[in-house]
Structure formats: structure tokens, C-alpha cells
């Protein structure tokens, strides 16, 4: 397999796995908020939860670089 086709499919891989985790997160949040929120209230994301999640965002994609330099 050539670099370009390697490539291409490491990021069809990722977009199609990110899009996938995604769904699921957003219709997770979703059930969740609707569980735990009165009918036309929508509930307020904190800036502090916001910051925690991309905290642990930055540290998955640190980790998956790693896996990606080993030799």
C-alpha cells in the first residue's frame, strides 16, 4: 500500500469513527438531559464542564498520536 493510500484511509477511519462517537455522545447528552430537565427547559452546560471535556479531548488525541509514533 502506497503513503497517500495509507493516508486517505487513516482519515476516512478517523472522520468515520469521530462522526460515530459523536452520534452516540450527542444521543447520550441528549437522553440524559431529557431525563434530568423539566419539558422546555433546556439545562445549562457549566464553563468548568466544558473545560473538563476538553481537557480529556486534548488527552485522547495525545494518546492516540502516541500509539501512532511507537516504532
Same mark, same amino acid.
Given at each position: 500500500? /502506497? !503513503? /497517500? /493510500?495509507?493516508?486517505?484511509? =487513516? &482519515?476516512?477511519?478517523?472522520?468515520?469513527? #469521530?462522526?460515530?462517537? $459523536?452520534? @452516540? =455522545?450527542?444521543?447520550? &447528552?441528549?437522553?440524559? !438531559? *431529557? *431525563?434530568?430537565?423539566? %419539558? $422546555? *427547559?433546556? $439545562?445549562? @452546560?457549566? =464553563?468548568?464542564?466544558?473545560?473538563? %471535556?476538553?481537557?480529556?479531548?486534548? #488527552?485522547?488525541?495525545?494518546?492516540? =498520536? !502516541? @500509539? #501512532?509514533?511507537?516504532?
Amino acid at each position: 500500500m /502506497n !503513503e /497517500n /493510500n495509507r493516508k486517505t484511509l =487513516t &482519515y476516512l477511519l478517523g472522520a468515520a469513527l #469521530g462522526l460515530g462517537a $459523536g452520534l @452516540v =455522545t450527542a444521543h447520550l &447528552y441528549s437522553r440524559a !438531559e *431529557e *431525563e434530568n430537565h423539566p %419539558v $422546555g *427547559e433546556p $439545562g445549562r @452546560v457549566k =464553563t468548568m464542564d466544558i473545560f473538563r %471535556v476538553a481537557l480529556t479531548a486534548i #488527552g485522547l488525541m495525545r494518546q492516540i =498520536t !502516541e @500509539v #501512532g509514533a511507537r516504532k
